[in-house]
């Protein structure tokens, strides 16, 4: 079993900054990748980042140079710095961890990119 909190959602204006984070307790040592991915109204749940225990990274093409995922393996913690921000990016991001062919989602967290 694996537990994801996420925090450090809220309302920002286009063009600021917010930056994520997912702590993960449990079963942590099966961890490998650790990810975000976002759902907005209306629309279906998809990958936003990701990131190995190694460091490698992916990134979705619409957050690309914006967006910089990050992670701390000694806390057992995954970043999200997300820097000129669209009302586009308005949605509910969750942190996620696939173990074992099993995701593992954390509750949300809500950002609003709004003037």
């Known amino acids: 079993q694996v537990r994801l909190v996420e925090s450090g959602g809220g309302l920002v204006q286009p063009g600021g900054s917010l930056r994520l984070s997912c702590g993960a307790s449990?079963?942590?040592?099966?961890?490998?990748?650790m990810g975000w991915y976002r759902q907005a109204p209306g629309k279906e749940r998809t990958s936003v980042a990701n990131?190995?225990?190694?460091?490698?990274?992916k990134y979705a093409d619409s957050v690309k140079g914006r967006f910089t995922i990050s992670r701390d393996n000694a806390i057992n913690t995954v970043h999200l710095q997300m820097n000129s921000l669209k009302p586009e990016d308005t949605a509910v991001y969750y942190c996620?961890?696939?173990?074992?062919?099993?995701?593992?989602w954390g509750k949300g967290t809500l950002v609003t990119v709004s003037a």
């Open positions: 996620n961890a696939p173990v074992y062919g099993i995701d593992y």
């Open positions: 449990g079963s942590i040592l099966s961890i490998n990748i």
């Open positions: 990131i190995t225990k190694g460091g490698s990274t």
